[in-house]
């Protein structure tokens, strides 16, 4: 018997930066499922429960805080890995409010389209596949 691949949500409301992530997961062998809003990928917990989600802390037509609540209320216990573009102060308050909820917060990626390499993102991939090593009994390669 195997074990099922490893499972992630992607909640951007940018769709460049969910094919970014996208294509990163997809590389590793992850499933994923991609979201522009959270309204409909909070709902999908109920369907299936990834081992990381990737969050925006901007998103357009919901607020990040409403989306850690709504985590917190279906006892999310994979890892929340959140992005920006900026805004540290904005990072910073859903930071306190997802780890006061009980959630798992992996350190954020500087989520832009660009060239701009970012050694954070090294870090969450190295959580996402000790979390799926640890959920699933095998390592995840590049």
């Known amino acids: 018997m195997t074990a099922a691949a490893p499972f992630a949500l992607i909640i951007d409301d940018q769709e460049a930066i969910c094919q970014i992530v996208a294509t990163a997961l997809a ?14 990928a909070i709902a999908s917990l109920d369907e299936r429960r990834p081992e990381v989600i990737f969050l925006d802390v901007a998103l357009d037509q919901s607020d990040a805080i409403d989306v850690l609540k709504g985590l917190s ?12 573009g900026g805004r540290p102060a904005l990072l910073e308050a859903v930071q306190r409010i997802g780890a006061r909820n009980g959630l798992l917060l992996a ?25 799926a090593r640890m959920s699933h009994g095998r390592s995840i390669q590049d």
């Open 27 to 40: 590389g590793l062998g992850v499933e994923f499922a991609t979201y522009l809003t959270a309204k409909p």
């Open 73 to 84: 209320e279906k006892r999310y216990t994979g890892i929340v890995q959140l992005m920006s």
């Open 107 to 131: 350190d954020f990626v500087q989520a832009r389209v660009g060239p701009e390499p970012n050694d954070s993102k090294q870090g969450a991939t190295s959580q996402f596949r000790e979390r």
